[in-house]
């Protein structure tokens, strides 16, 4: 990898757990800031060491995309929990569990994390197993296997992905 594109992933990483640093701290004093600092450096120059610092590490590339994405997304959690709910509060319980294959349509081991992370996250859906170009998923019901095998999630993490 050339040594620019390293440095930029290098920065992009520290800045992103600097970030991360400053949201879960809350502190805004000069020597905890300085700490913070030195800390997530630490933390980069270890990763560089290890050369584990690449496109895939810290992902640039997804940009702005990723948040319209997580917001569908969450609309997406929201609807399944409120099924999920439905289902257990159903005093015949009427799951209809099933396992399908859902094709993975992303180029990128990145892509294809997201894609798996996001049904599992889905309430009532589980990837159980990531292969080249599809996910084995358990769903709990028909209804949440049909919504999968309609394709809207591969298609906006595909989009995400920018394929």
């Not at 209809?96 to 309430?123: C, E, H, W, Y």
């Amino acid at each position: 990898m050339r040594v620019k594109t390293r440095f930029v992933h290098a920065v992009g990483l520290w800045l992103v757990l600097f970030a991360l640093w400053l949201l879960l701290s809350g502190h805004f004093v000069p020597l905890l800031l300085t700490l913070g600092v030195l800390s997530c450096a630490l933390v980069v120059w270890i990763a560089a060491r290890m050369d584990v610092i690449d496109h895939e590490a810290i992902p640039l590339q997804l940009g702005l995309s990723f948040l319209g994405y997580l917001c569908w997304l969450g609309k997406e959690i929201t609807k399944a929990n409120i099924d999920v709910a439905r289902i257990i509060l159903n005093p015949t319980l009427p799951i209809s569990p099933i396992m399908l294959r859902v094709p993975a349509s992303q180029r990128s081991d990145v892509g294809k994390v997201i894609f798996a992370n996001s049904i599992t996250l889905t309430p009532g859906t589980v990837s159980v197993e990531v292969m080249d170009d599809e996910i084995l998923v358990h769903a709990i019901t028909k209804d949440a296997a049909e919504e999968l095998a309609r394709g809207e999630m591969d298609r906006r993490v595909s989009a995400v992905e920018g394929g």
